[in-house]
């Protein structure tokens, strides 16, 4: 079935670090990628997608691009901020069948002053 | 738009309890999930909805889990019978059909 897999965590930065959050996608079909982001003591929110191959999703610094050829959806943003600290979920969307989403298990982000 | 909201924000129940939470989506969103979470996971899909039609559930989800959503709008998730390993965070997320999820910000469930 179709899955996502996304690096372990905890990650730690410092401020102005690059970031990269692997993530790798198992789909038939053309699904559209996301990544997710949980800010603490809050709701599951979008950050980006990318609907079909060679696309870039972008928002508020971060950039991932759906590479077909490698199955991937990396995360990365040049210069991280204490205010990226959070969970980052990377996620499928079936483009057949139920149209579902699918997530990966997650990647903390702790950003150090 | 008040976007997803989910009642309650929190319930405690005995185990073998029934407990029933609601999901009220955006309102022109056509389609409706349910997820659990479990500390340290990502969301794990449990069904969804296109307005009133159930169209995907599980196969992990056992008998004593069933939703409806009435009308196409709201939506209730009930579980009979409740177990300790029922304990988790129960989100609620819509969508207008672009792939893109609108999440609630919950019910925690513990089964004591």
């Known amino acids: 079935g179709n899955s996502v897999t996304q690096m372990e965590g905890p990650v730690t930065l410092s401020e102005e670090a690059f970031l990269t959050i692997n993530c790798t996608y198992t789909?038939?079909?053309?699904?559209?990628l996301f990544w997710y982001v949980q800010y603490p003591g809050e709701g599951l929110q979008l950050l980006l997608k990318?609907?079909?191959?060679?696309d870039k999703g972008s928002n508020k610094g971060f950039e991932a691009t759906y590479r077909k050829e490698t199955t991937s959806f990396h995360l990365e943003k040049g210069s991280v901020q204490v205010s990226d600290s959070a969970v980052y979920f990377c996620?499928?969307?079936?483009?057949?069948?139920?149209?579902?989403?699918?997530f990966g298990a997650g990647t903390r982000l702790f950003v150090k002053a | 738009d008040t976007g997803v909201s989910q009642d309650p924000r929190h319930k405690i129940t005995k185990r073998g309890q029934n407990v029933t939470f609601r999901c009220d989506p955006i309102?022109?969103?056509?389609?409706l999930y349910w997820y659990r979470q479990t500390l340290g996971q990502g969301p794990e899909f449990l069904t969804y909805?296109?307005?009133?039609?159930?169209?995907?559930k599980s196969r992990l989800l056992s008998d004593r889990f069933s939703a409806e959503r009435p009308k196409g709008s709201f939506s209730t998730l009930e579980i009979q019978r409740t177990e300790q390993g029922d304990s988790a965070m129960y989100l609620c997320?819509?969508?207008?059909?672009?792939?893109?999820?609108?999440f609630g910000s919950g019910t925690q469930l513990s089964v004591l």
């Open positions: 997320a819509s969508s207008s059909g672009e792939g893109k999820l609108f």
């Open positions: 789909a038939t079909g053309y699904p559209s």
């Open positions: 990318a609907t079909k191959a060679d």
């Open positions: 996620a499928l969307s079936e483009s057949t069948g139920g149209f579902k989403t699918i």
């Open positions: 309102s022109e969103h056509n389609r």
């Open positions: 909805f296109q307005n009133e039609a159930q169209l995907e």
